[in-house]
């Protein structure tokens, strides 16, 4: 059973900083991905992505520049720093990851086989 566990969500300030972290059990990722999602949007918006033994990442424009993606493969754990956050980057973040090592749809969250329960960030202006 795969179980991802996001935790360091939390309320700051605009220009403020948080890391997020997503804790993955029971199988090996290869590719895990932050989303958000705001009350009343059914969509999840896409934030970033990062494969395993990789250095390479992928970021929403959004983000670009002021989040930053990373792993530890030893620990099974995937981090966002987030900084000089604005009140746009308010919503739930999740955590969402799938073991293939193929192709999918990096930016799609239905794409993913396997998903965290969220975490909340609140950024007030």
């Known amino acids: 059973q795969v179980q991802l566990v996001e935790s360091g969500g939390g309320s700051v300030q605009a220009g403020g900083s948080l890391r997020l972290s997503c804790a993955a059990s029971?199988?090996?990722?290869?590719?895990v991905a932050w989303f958000r999602q705001t009350p009343g949007e059914e969509e999840r918006m896409f934030v970033a992505?990062?494969?395993?033994?990789?250095?390479?990442?992928v970021y929403a424009d959004s983000v670009k520049g002021r989040f930053t993606i990373s792993r530890d493969d030893a620990k099974s754990t995937v981090y966002l720093q987030m900084n000089n956050l604005e009140p746009e980057d308010t919503a739930v973040y999740l955590c969402v990851g799938d073991s293939t090592t193929g192709w999918i749809n990096t930016f799609s969250s239905r794409a993913y086989d396997y998903w965290g329960q969220g975490t909340q960030v609140t950024v007030s202006s």
């Open positions: 992505a990062i494969r395993r033994n990789s250095d390479s990442a």
């Open positions: 029971g199988r090996t990722l290869n590719i």
